[in-house]
Every structure is written in structure tokens, then in C-alpha cells.
């Protein structure tokens, strides 16, 4: 496994422009960081590796991004620019991509085995759309790698959007194009690419593969890579072989695949050039109107829930969860994101390189605070930035647990949750759930308090990953906060400075405001205020604006501040404080 370099700090600024977030992993070609431009917003910066940048002209990867920067399409993933930068006088080559909130079509994957034919079709149909976009350009451009690990899937509306991403190997041809020492996964490669072949027709391939995969859970062919080295030439001789054999139709995995289907995918994997659909208009066009399903589109086709010949596991009630924009929507709060993003949000993202360290993955974690600092909101935002369904749950959801006695019902709580997995269950006002056995408290509610501990007891292994908030951590039984239950113990007092300036820009965004507002003097004002006191704030300076028919100004935001206390004390403020440095001393 290649060593986790990380040459980019957090904070650190390139080219006066790029202002580096968060370290979101390493590619095959470099290492890829969230940064902030400086006037477009998010974005993802790909720092090439050394050994590619010698195996390839630095003049041609200007060229090809220039020419990819020009599929702007809703299917596909932007490449902005390709530059660099000089520090301790090296100089480092980088490219610039759209952010897209998801995850990869490989994570939905792992955790699904086999996709609905229903959600395949849709995320396969973008992925060709995207692709039909780049082959009808002018130059021609070829994906050259399409794969699970390349399709990114965003969750902003109600159902899922695919994006082709990474066009790092893509090429523009204007006919039979061959290149050399091409990258690649293998087990994609159409036969015609390891002659260093490519053409429209070699991403239809690819793109059959992936659609085959999604609705059988498995490959085309099988490889065993156990007898063999780990050289290119050793592998790609192993792929070559096994595709002597034609693969079995998808059905075969699935009685949900119907017969039409069935054709369509094998004659995308034919070995055959001629007979393969020559480009990824073609193959959209037999997707979208097949001939043989009594008029139905493949969206309207019900999906059953029986699971494969070989017993692979199909989830019943495959559920989409509609995402937001994560924790770009959280203004400030930057050292609380980037601790939640490294300690928490990365090994539910990247689950297979933690295990291989042997690192337990989290199972959950306590948001403590006075009320009003964003416990709810910000459990929410995490949700998207993992992109787990979300589950809310408060003491009245299920008052009547505590009436009747009824243990079975919690068990049932997360039986929900296991059935959505992966799952973020947050439970709200935790002390209420679980409070402190060592006082006097009833039989039921101790029989209760552990039947709650036993189900969360390691429940991150059924993907389920627990978020408890409270507003009296005293209060809450201290069984919960061993490790296996909850893994990490957060205080989210009221927001400094800069948090309390990027939380009044955020809700002055889009009304009308005169341009000379001074944030600077409006965070020093509001020393102590909560986010819900500074949201009651603006929307008390709207009112006022409005009742003038005037822009809002700053007269009016700091005549709401004179007239508003903090809802939080001082005394308030140092008591949860104090318990924060008790437990620190633990």
C-alpha cells in the first residue's frame, strides 16, 4: 500500500487561490484534498505523484484539462484547471475538480451487494449520459477508466444522480487512437486496451462491467489472482484467459432481470468489436427503450427482494436518502469539523483501510452543550457528509416504552435502523433515555436503560452509528460512555468569533443588506450568543428592515442585539465547561 504523504496542510494556501480543507484520501494518480477556492467555493484539488508526473508531459496534461474543463454537464464531474505551484523550490503539478457531496457507486457497493435493478438503471443511464456527452464532443474524448471507484453519487434530490469522475486517463482522439503505459483497473479493461487500444466502444465495455456488477454483486468473470504474481503483464495474461469463456447472463444472479436485459448487457461485453455497441449512445438508447417489457420504462419496473443463486445478501426496501451539502452548510466551527471529519467520518468513508491497520472503527459519539449550539443540526450534516440515512429519535417518540415496560419496542428501534443500514441514529435528549442508575430509579427504567446499552454495544458492526445529544451530560448514565458505545465525547459550547461572523453571513445570505456591514464588530457583539440566538437575531433585524421598506443595516442588527440577552448565562456556560475539564482529567 502506497504511504499516506499528505504534502498539503490544513489552512494552507495555493497559488493565493486554493485554501486547503481536509486530506480526503490517495488516488492511483496522487493525493486528493477538499479546498476552497477562492471565489467558487468547494472544490477537490488532485496533487499528482512524482512517478507520474515522469511517465507523462506536463505540456499534454495542461492540454487534456483544458479540453476536459469543457464538459460542463450535469453527469460529470468539472475539471476546472491543471496548474502548479513552487514551495521549498519544487514545483508540484495539481488539478482542480468539482466537489460532489455522495459517495462512490464502489462504497454503495460493498455495503449493498447488488443494486436494485430500478436504482442500477437510473445510475447506469447517467453514467452513459455523462459518457454520450464526451463522445459526441469535438475532439472525441474517452473516459479510458471507467470503474465503481469513478462514479460518484450525489444524493441533492430524491433519487440518486451518478457522475463520471476522475478523467485523469481520459483522451481526445479523432480516430483509432493507441497510447502507451495507459493506467487502469484491469478487470474494466475492454479486450482492446491491453494492445493500448482505445475507442468509444472501450467505455462501453467498461461501462457494461459496472452495470453487470450492480445487478449481480459479482464480475462478469471470475479471476483467481491467489496463483498468480502481482505484474501487469501476470494479470492482464489472467484476464485475457478467463474471457475465453462468455460470462453468464445477469439473470442467472437475479430472477429480477429480465430477458431483455439480459441481451443488452451481454452484447455490451461482447469481445467482439463489431458486435458491440459502438458507443455509449447506443448503448443508452437499448437501455432506455427496450423492446420486449410491454412499454414499461426500466424506472417503473418493480424490484423483488429474493436474493441470488449463490445466497449473496439483497437488502429488502433499498432506501435513498436525500442529502444536503454536509458541512459546508455548518458556518465556522472549523476545528470541530475537521476533528469530526478525521476521527469519525473517515473510517465510516474508507471502512477496508482501517480494518486493514486493525483500527476499531467508531461506534458512536455524545454531543454535549447548552441548548441552541447546532447539536441536532450538525448531527444532520454529518449524516450527509457519510452519506448514512438518518434516523431521529426523542424521549416522546417513544414515551410509551417507559409506560408500559416494553423492552421489545427498543430492540425494534434499532431492528429499524439495521434494515435502513448504514445508519445514523441520533438520539436526542439522551439523559432522558438513559439517566444515571446510581439514584433512585425505578426497576423498569434500570431494565431499560440496559436493554439500550446492549443494543448499542458494538451495533457499528450492522452499520449502525449511534449520535446522543444532551443538554445535562451529568444527568446521562456514565455505562454509555465506554468505549464500544460511545467512542467520542464532544462539547459544543457557544460558537467563537469567527463562527458567530460566518453564522450571520450565512443567514444574511440572499436578503437584501447594504454592502457595508461590519461582521467583524457584529461578532464582537455577540459574545455568548448561541446559534439559535443569533438566527432570532437577524430574522428581529429582517422585520425591522422590512417594516421600513429599507435594506437591512447595521443599525438594525445591532439595535436587535441591545435589546437581546444571550439565552445562555455565564454561569451556565462555566458549568458545562467544568464538566468538560473533568473529563478531560479522567
Known amino acids: ?41 468547494v472544490q477537490v484539488l488532485k496533487l499528482f505523484k512524482q512517478d507520474y508526473l515522469d511517465n507523462t508531459d506536463t505540456n499534454t496534461l495542461t492540454n487534456e484539462a483544458k479540453i476536459l474543463s469543457q464538459l460542463t454537464h450535469s453527469n460529470i464531474v468539472r475539471v476546472f484547471e491543471t496548474n502548479s505551484f513552487l514551495r521549498n523550490n519544487q514545483k508540484y503539478f495539481f488539478m482542480t475538480m468539482g466537489f460532489v457531496a455522495g459517495e462512490t457507486l464502489s462504497q454503495l457497493m460493498k455495503r449493498k451487494i447488488q443494486v436494485p435493478i430500478d436504482i442500477a438503471l437510473l445510475i447506469q443511464n447517467d453514467i452513459l449520459n455523462g459518457l454520450r456527452f464526451a463522445h459526441n464532443h469535438n475532439p472525441l474524448i474517452i473516459h479510458r477508466d471507467i470503474n465503481p471507484d469513478n462514479v460518484l453519487l450525489s444524493y441533492e434530490s430524491e433519487k440518486p444522480s451518478a457522475l463520471l469522475a476522475d478523467f485523469g486517463l481520459a483522451q481526445s482522439i479523432n480516430s483509432f487512437s493507441k497510447i502507451a503505459n495507459a493506467g ?96 455509449a449512445e447506443e448503448f443508452y438508447k437499448a437501455l432506455t427503450t427496450p423492446k420486449n417489457i410491454e412499454n414499461k420504462k426500466p424506472k417503473e419496473m418493480k424490484i423483488k427482494s429474493e436474493s441470488s443463486e449463490n445466497k449473496m445478501p439483497k437488502k429488502k426496501n433499498f432506501k435513498v436518502r436525500v442529502h444536503g451539502k454536509g458541512f459546508d452548510e455548518i458556518a465556522g466551527m472549523d ?90 441514529l441520533f438520539i436526542d435528549e439522551i439523559d432522558a433515555f438513559m439517566p ?49 458505545r460511545i467512542d467520542k465525547i464532544v462539547y459544543l459550547g457557544p460558537p467563537d468569533k469567527h463562527a458567530r461572523t460566518e453564522m450571520i453571513k450565512l443567514h444574511l445570505k440572499n ?48 439595535n436587535v442585539i441591545n435589546r437581546t440577552s444571550p439565552s445562555i448565562s455565564r454561569q451556565q456556560i462555566k458549568k458545562y465547561e467544568e464538566f468538560k475539564n473533568k473529563r478531560s482529567f479522567e
Not at 437475479?254 to 431483455?260: F, L, S
Open 1 to 41: 500500500m502506497s504511504s499516506i504523504l499528505r504534502r498539503l496542510d490544513k489552512g494552507e494556501t495555493i497559488n493565493d487561490t486554493y485554501e486547503v480543507q481536509f486530506y480526503l484520501g490517495e488516488g492511483a494518480f496522487g493525493e486528493v484534498y477538499r479546498v476552497k477556492h477562492k471565489y467558487l467555493g
Open 184 to 279: 487502469g483497473r484491469y478487470l474494466y479493461f475492454a479486450p482492446e486496451c491491453f494492445l493500448n487500444t482505445y475507442l468509444p466502444t472501450s467505455d462501453v465495455f467498461s461501462a457494461g462491467i459496472v452495470l453487470y456488477k450492480m445487478i449481480t454483486g459479482v464480475h462478469p468473470w471470475q479471476y483467481d489472482f491467489s496463483a498468480i504474481g502481482e505484474s501487469s503483464d501476470e494479470i492482464g495474461t489472467m484476464v485475457l484467459e478467463a474471457r475465453k469463456n462468455k460470462p453468464q447472463p445477469p439473470s442467472l444472479y437475479t430472477e429480477d432481470c429480465p430477458e431483455w436485459l439480459d441481451g443488452v448487457i451481454l452484447k455490451s461485453l461482447s469481445k467482439n468489436i463489431e458486435e458491440r455497441f459502438k458507443n
Open 335 to 424: 476545528e470541530l469539523k475537521e476533528t469530526l471529519y478525521h476521527d469519525m467520518i473517515l473510517p465510516l468513508k474508507d471502512k477496508e483501510l482501517y480494518e486493514e491497520y486493525k483500527v476499531t472503527l467508531p461506534n458512536g459519539m455524545l454531543l454535549y452543550g447548552p441548548p441552541g449550539c447546532g447539536k441536532t443540526f450538525i448531527s444532520r450534516k454529518f449524516a450527509t457528509e457519510v452519506a448514512y440515512n438518518f434516523v431521529e429519535i426523542r424521549p416522546s417518540d417513544i414515551a410509551s416504552i417507559y409506560v408500559h415496560g416494553t423492552q421489545e419496542k427498543i430492540g425494534k428501534l434499532f431492528d429499524e435502523a439495521r434494515a435502513k443500514a448504514p445508519t445514523i
Open 436 to 484: 444515571n442508575r446510581e439514584g433512585n430509579l425505578s426497576h423498569s427504567y434500570s431494565a431499560e436503560v440496559n436493554e439500550f446499552l446492549t443494543q448499542m454495544t458494538d451495533c457499528s458492526k450492522d452499520s449502525i452509528f449511534i449520535i446522543a445529544a444532551t443538554n445535562r451530560p451529568e444527568k446521562v448514565d456514565p455505562a454509555i460512555l465506554r468505549t464500544g
Open 511 to 558: 436578503r437584501p443588506v447594504e454592502p457595508n456591514i461590519d461582521y467583524e464588530t457584529l461578532g464582537d457583539l455577540t459574545e455568548n450568543y448561541v446559534a439559535s440566538d443569533l438566527n432570532f437575531i437577524l430574522n428581529e433585524a429582517s422585520r425591522d428592515a422590512l417594516k421600513e421598506r429599507s435594506k437591512i443595516q447595521q443599525r438594525h442588527i445591532e
